[in-house]
């Protein structure tokens, strides 16, 4: 089975902490993805990467950048947290993007609280 | 207008009733269907993938896709305590290669 593992279930931060977010992936696959989840709104892409050192922006990019230095770890980095991105963090990886294997599989999730 | 609507919900129903769970989008060029189940506490889980127009069953679930009204659906039979949860709609374009439009999710109460 596919493991995705995040690094923390809950966090609780202070207003211009700088936060890492880790998600690691045991299934050698080529794609992660971070979402943000929030009531109402379903889960939105922040940034997929599809190989080591590369990403692509999501939806929501603003306020946060990401580091994937080897193929099965995948970096969020809240670089000055802010009240607004108090949320519930969602990684994702994937074999492939297309032809069946796109499937995401995720992680528990890590819930952030910043004050 | 969001791209993929979503009722919320929470739906409450008693166990062994039939469940249907909704999705309607906007964009036309949607090709790939998916419905994702989360738990509480709990990343999503892929439990139906469609591609076009028709129905698919798997087990107690059936996933069918209307094109014609930009519409999709989820049924369960048979409904448990076990399937309450929430439903993700998950959807894509044929080129979009991997940016999944998402569903706000719909929460899902089973009555014992």
């Known amino acids: 089975d596919v493991k995705v593992t995040q690094s923390s279930r809950y966090l609780v931060k202070r207003t211009g902490e700088k936060v890492f977010l880790e998600c690691v992936q045991d299934m050698d696959h080529e794609n992660m993805f971070w979402y943000r989840q929030d009531p109402g709104l379903g889960l939105r892409l922040i940034y997929f990467?599809?190989?080591?050192?590369?990403?692509e922006k999501g939806d929501i990019p603003e306020g946060y950048s990401v580091s994937r230095e080897k193929k099965e770890r995948f970096s969020l980095i809240l670089e000055s947290a802010s009240t607004n991105q108090t949320s519930m963090y969602l990684c994702?990886?994937?074999?492939?993007?297309?032809?069946?294997?796109?499937?995401?599989?995720f992680g528990p999730g890590t819930r952030l609280l910043v004050l | 207008q969001k791209e993929v609507e979503q009722d919320p919900g929470p739906l409450s129903v008693p166990e062994g009733a039939i469940v249907s769970l909704n999705c309607t989008y906007s964009n036309s060029a949607f090709q790939y269907f998916m419905w994702y189940r989360q738990y509480s506490r709990k990343g999503p889980e892929l439990l139906m993938y469609?591609?076009s127009s028709g129905n698919k069953e798997d087990g107690r679930f059936t996933a069918q896709v209307d094109k014609s009204s930009k519409y999709i659906s989820l049924f369960i039979r048979d409904s448990q305590p076990s399937d309450s949860a929430t439903y993700l709609c998950?959807?894509?374009?044929?080129?979009?290669?991997?940016?999944?439009?998402w569903g706000a999710g719909t929460k899902l109460i089973i009555k014992p």
């Open positions: 469609t591609y």
């Open positions: 998950a959807i894509r374009t044929m080129d979009s290669n991997y940016q999944l439009i």
């Open positions: 990467s599809y190989d080591v050192k590369m990403k």
């Open positions: 994702a990886s994937s074999l492939g993007l297309a032809g069946g294997e796109e499937t995401q599989y």
